[in-house]
Every structure is written in C-alpha cells, then in structure tokens.
C-alpha cells in the first residue's frame, strides 16, 4: 500500500490542530464582545501575536515584488476580515454567524480552483461532499426554521463578507509561504494588519480602553488565534488551500463541544451525525492521498 507522504501527513495534522485552536474563537469573541469594542479586540489581539515572533528571522527577506504580496495578507488577513467577523458576530445570532463562516471553506474552493489554478482529484471532490453535507447538518441542526438569514442581515452580510476576504487570504498566504515560510509571513501579516487598525483607532480617537478584568482572556485569545494562524498557514504550504480548508471544516466540531463546555449551549444527536459525517470526509481525503 503506498504511503502518504510525511510532507502531506504534517499539513494534515497542522491543519486538524488550526481546527481545534479556532474552535475556541467564536466562544472567546462572544465573552470579549460583552465589554470590549470589535476593532479593539481586531488591532490588540493581532498586533501582540505578530509581535510574539519578532525574534523569529527567515532565511530570505522579501524583496520589492513579494513586499506587495505580503501587505496585501496583512491587509485582508489581519485587518479586513477579523474587523468584518467580530462586527458580524456582534450584530447577529449565533447560529447564523456558525453557518455563514463556513462558507469561507466554499471560497477558499472557488479562488482555488478558478484564480490560483488549484485541482483536486475527481474522487476527492466527491468525498468533499460528505465534508460540506456535514457541515450544514452541524450548523443548521436541519432546522431550516431557525436559521433566520433576515434576522440581523447586516451582521450576516458582514460574516459572510469576512469569508470571502479570507478565502483571498488563504491562497495569498498559501504562495508567500512557500518561500519565506509561514512563521514569518504570520508574523508580518499580524504585525501589519494589527498595526493598521490600531493606527486607524488612534487617528479618530476611538477607545482602546480594555477593562483588567478581562486581560487574561484578551492574552489567551492572542494566543490562541496566533497558534490557529500560525498551524492553518503552515498546512496551507503542505497540502494545498482546498485540502487545508477542507480539514479546516471540523472545527465546527470542536468550536460545538467548547461551545457546550464554555457557553453551557446544547448540542444534538444531529450535530452529532454532521459531525460524524465530516470527520469521514476528511479521513476518506486523507487516505485518497496514497492512491
């Protein structure tokens, strides 16, 4: 039988770690929003992660054309996207914000394929579909009724805005990795895209206060995003955008079980089912991979 290549088993396990760390995203935005603006949380958050790798150094510093390539994942990445996610989060229910932020999955699929000329094999398209089957399940519970899409409109448009920049994020970040590495392209696009919105919070005197009460959470969320940042990235090098996202796609999972533990919400035996179908999914993509 042959092997899946080391290289593609890490991407895999990198991307399955993102997953995990971003599941706990939705549950610490949700805490930080009851006393903390969007954008503050966006420019702190991001600028102190990119901060964390300053001592890291690549090999290779970009030059004049890659400068433009690494601002554009600054800008989209760290800056556009988070702002548009937590907006969206504040202005619309929970449900609706969990089904509108996997469609960043579809996105990243279509720039993929359409823009950076990305291909999967036909038997793994059809194992997807598994993966985006379980995804509705687990996020509309199949309870069509509840997924009010009119309800907050603004902040459903603003999450599904927040996908779209993402999904051009993933495959930027995907070719500036391949040559200076996902430390240093995370590094600079936090640093960059944090440092942006705290300039353009600073410039109209808009409020940083952050109250001590919850700095501890503030620095755990730092982490944690700069941790999913920094894995999602170096999954995207190994595997490929698709694949990465794809594997991405179980973090409904466990952002359901922190969701459970952190938020005491419910969870049913169809969540259950989705997410049973999505882990086959992935586990059929993976060993595809051999054939």
């Not at 949380?41 to 004049?64: C, D, M, N, Q, T």
């Not at 054309?65 to 702002?83: C, D, F, N, Q, Y």
């Not at 459903?156 to 070719?175: F, K």
């Not at 700069?226 to 999954?235: D, E, I, P, Q």
Request: hydrophobic letters at 55%.
């Amino acid at each position: 039988m042959t092997q899946v290549p080391s290289k593609a088993r890490l991407g895999y396990l990198y991307a399955l770690g993102s997953a995990v760390t971003s599941g706990l995203i939705p549950v610490f935005s949700k805490l930080l929003l009851v006393n903390v603006k969007p954008l503050t949380i966006s420019a702190l958050v991001f600028l102190v992660g990119g901060l964390i790798l300053i001592p890291y150094r690549p090999k290779e510093l970009p030059g004049r054309r890659s400068v433009g390539w690494m601002v554009a994942t600054g800008l989209l990445g760290a800056a556009l996207a988070p702002a548009l996610y937590l907006y969206g989060v504040n202005q619309t229910s929970a449900i609706n914000a969990a089904l509108l932020t996997n469609a960043e999955v579809f996105f990243t699929a279509v720039l993929a394929f359409l823009v950076f000329k990305e291909r999967l094999k036909r038997k793994q398209l059809l194992e997807s579909i598994l993966v985006v089957a379980g995804i509705v399940v687990v996020s509309t519970d199949l309870d069509f009724s509840s997924v009010q899409l009119l309800h907050g409109l603004t902040g459903n448009l603003l999450v599904l805005g927040s996908g779209i920049v993402w999904a051009l994020d993933n495959n930027l970040s995907r070719i500036t990795s391949q040559r200076f590495g996902p430390i240093f392209v995370s590094k600079f696009r936090n640093i960059f895209g944090g440092g942006l919105l705290l300039g353009f919070l600073v410039a109209t005197s808009a409020s940083l206060t952050v109250p001590a009460s919850v700095l501890p959470l503030l620095l755990l969320y730092t982490a944690d995003i700069a941790l999913a940042t920094l894995t999602f990235t170096a999954a995207l090098v190994r595997i490929g955008a698709v694949r990465a996202l794809l594997v991405f796609s179980t973090t409904s999972i466990f952002g359901s079980l922190f969701a459970v533990a952190g938020l005491g919400e419910t969870i049913t035996l169809i969540q259950v089912s989705g997410g049973a179908l999505i882990l086959l999914g992935v586990y059929l993509i993976h060993k595809s991979e051999g054939v």
